[in-house]
T-cell receptor, first 113, second 111 residues
Framework: DAGVTQSPTHLIKTRGQHVTLRCSPI?????VSWYQQVLGQGPQFIFQ???????GRGNFPDRFSARQFPNYSSELNVNALLLGDSALYLC????????????FGPGTRLLVL | QQQVKQSPQSLIVQKGGISIINCAYE??????FPWYQQFPGKGPALLIA?????SEKKEGRFTISFNKSAKQFSLHIMDSQPGDSATYFC??????????FGTGTRLTIIP
């Protein structure tokens, strides 16, 4: 079975640009969460979506937004990129019956110059 | 406060030895405590998890010990192998899917 997939794997942007990151959950998983992992730190929660509705939002500015599609895949959008947005962006999915058990994808490495 | 504090920051253990990583939490509402293993350039992989109604859980060489009264939990890796060299994160969750992670422990197993 395929795990959580994310695209692209790497991305280089310049300050002020916009970026869209994509995530496909494990088959049967209806919940997707997004995390930001800065080098040397633990992942920080950004968003959680379940059944296409936002169920949680972390302490991130409004420049960050996300959505979930009918097939349960998800997009994370970041506007007006700052140097500090450089990080590994992780997507995690979980089953409806075991929502606390999250399985992570390989992440998208974003570098903002 | 939803912090999870993890120690040590780095750990070097000889092959065959026991690796021990500790975490402490503040929010007594936390009800699920997973450990993740992360290799460089990869996403975190779920290793083992425990709920507060159990004091210990063992899966192969990996054991979680949980002390509810002290609000602490730890990961023990028995017979540590070079392939265990990775960064380990403890985490905690309550009632929803938001995981609060510790700061990570970089484990190195030397021959």
């Amino acid at each position: 079975d395929a795990g959580v997939t994310q695209s692209p794997t790497h991305l280089i942007k310049t300050r002020g640009q916009h970026v869209t990151l994509r995530c496909s959950p494990i088959s049967g998983h209806k919940s997707v969460s997004w995390y930001q992992q800065v080098l040397g730190q633990g992942p920080q929660f950004i968003f959680q979506y379940y059944e296409k509705e936002e169920r949680g939002r972390g302490n991130f500015p409004d420049r960050f937004s996300a959505r979930q599609f009918p097939n349960y895949s998800s997009e994370l959008n970041v506007n007006a990129l700052l140097l500090g947005d450089s990080a590994l962006y992780l997507c995690a999915s979980s089953l409806p019956s075991l929502r606390e058990t999250q399985y992570f994808g390989p992440g998208t490495r974003l570098l903002v110059l | 406060q939803q912090q999870v504090k993890q120690s040590p920051q780095s750990l070097i253990v000889q092959k065959g030895g026991i690796s021990i990583i500790n975490c402490a939490y503040e929010n007594t509402a936390f009800d699920y405590f997973p450990w993740y293993q992360q290799f460089p350039g990869k996403g975190p992989a779920l290793l083992i998890a425990i709920r507060p109604d159990v004091s210990e859980k063992k899966e192969g060489r990996f054991t979680i010990s949980f002390n509810k009264s002290a609000k602490q939990f730890s990961l023990h890796i028995m017979d540590s192998q070079p392939g265990d060299s990775a960064t380990y994160f403890c985490a905690a969750n309550f009632g929803n899917e938001k995981l609060t992670f510790g700061t990570g422990t970089r484990l190195t197993i030397i021959p």
